[in-house]
């Protein structure tokens, strides 16, 4: 920054807006460096907003939350117009759809344990087993699951050896085109089981993975952070207590909320077809609400955002 610029801001006449879109943890990548920054140019914490989409962050002095994926994926899809537009009330072939594409320790685990309890075959099922670095670390470290099960290593390293699972012929950049919509996995399936971007306590983060069922009028459960539907019901969604226990979504602890979500998971892969029929009457005009009220206009989410950066 030039120094006139930068008088200016000591002065108060602006502030520095970082807009990030990803729900990371702050500490340290985040703090660590806006302190970093803050000392080399003489400036304090007030002088700076920080716009994310953690919204364990919402509080934080400076920090202001943001649903970016909800936004953009809605915007995306009202130009597309290419989702699932009716509720399939009738028997349908598969009792899940799970679609993971990068590779993580927790979402090894998760999925392998569908692997283990013979599930794989009851949905649509995909691991592909995609690998990329990122800085983040926390509950992708194996060393914070060693104590989860006994003969956890041993079977994460037979799931290794199935990988890659797959249910479609798209090419791994294909699996990250929001636009393309495989009406199948939402009409041919009960339930969603959703494997988020995090699972830690220290984020609390919804991506387009939790918004495609919303937005395709299908059922499902957030492998994720804590506090998750919690987050979409703040946002203005209704979830599924009714007729699934969603108590998982309170464990703080990550060993209770994966062995609740793996509980969840089987049991709703051994229900019979005529108990999910009958589910799927009674969550459709839950499903029809989600799927209007993300569909509509979210001028006012941009509205609350323009207004918190005000000063």
Same mark, same amino acid.
């Given at each position: 920054m030039d120094p006139t610029s930068l008088a200016r801001l000591k002065r108060g006449d602006f502030r520095i807006l970082f807009y990030y879109s990803e729900g990371d943890n702050p500490d340290p990548e985040i703090y660590t460096s806006m302190d970093r920054m803050l000392q080399t140019h003489g400036l304090t914490l007030d002088q700076v907003k920080f716009v994310t989409a953690n919204y364990k962050l919402r509080n934080k002095p400076s920090f202001v939350y943001f649903p970016d994926d909800e936004v953009y994926y809605r915007y995306l899809h009202i130009l597309e117009n290419n989702y699932v537009k009716e509720h399939n009330p009738q028997k349908r072939n598969k009792k899940f759809t799970c679609l993971i594409r990068?590779?993580?320790?927790?979402?090894?685990i998760y999925a392998n344990f569908i692997y283990q309890l013979q599930l794989v075959d009851d949905g649509y099922f995909s691991y592909t087993?995609?690998?990329? *670095?990122?800085?983040?670390?926390?509950?992708?470290?194996?060393?914070?699951?060693?104590?989860?099960?006994?003969?956890?290593?041993?079977?994460?390293?037979?799931f290794e050896l199935q990988i890659p699972?797959?249910?479609? *012929?798209?090419?791994?950049? *294909?699996?990250?085109?929001?636009?393309?919509?495989?009406?199948?996995?939402?009409?041919?399936?009960?339930?969603?089981?959703?494997?988020?971007?995090? &699972?830690?306590?220290?984020?609390?983060?919804?991506? *387009?993975?939790? &918004?495609?069922?919303?937005?395709?009028?299908?059922?499902?459960?957030?492998?994720?952070?804590?506090g998750s539907l919690a987050l979409l019901k703040d946002l203005g969604y209704k979830t599924f207590e009714d007729v699934i226990k969603e108590s998982y979504d309170l464990h703080t602890d990550h060993r209770k909320r994966m062995s609740e979500l793996i509980k969840i998971s089987y049991d709703l892969c051994k229900l019979s077809d005529t108990h999910h029929m009958r589910i799927q009457s009674i969550l459709a005009d839950i499903l029809q609400y989600n799927q209007k009220h993300f569909l509509a206009p979210k001028a006012n989410r941009i509205n609350k955002l323009l207004n918190e950066l005000e000063y």
């Open positions: 990068a590779d993580k320790v927790w979402r090894k087993g995609y690998k990329y *670095e990122t800085s983040h670390c926390g509950l992708d470290d194996i060393d914070q699951w060693q104590d989860y099960d006994d003969t956890l290593v041993p079977d994460l390293l037979g699972f797959k249910c479609d *012929e798209l090419s791994d950049n *294909e699996h990250n085109n929001h636009k393309l919509i495989d009406h199948k996995f939402y009409t041919d399936a009960y339930f969603n089981f959703v494997v988020e971007t995090h &699972f830690d306590n220290d984020t609390c983060f919804l991506t *387009e993975k939790t &918004f495609k069922p919303i937005l395709n009028l299908q059922p499902f459960i957030i492998a994720g952070n804590p």
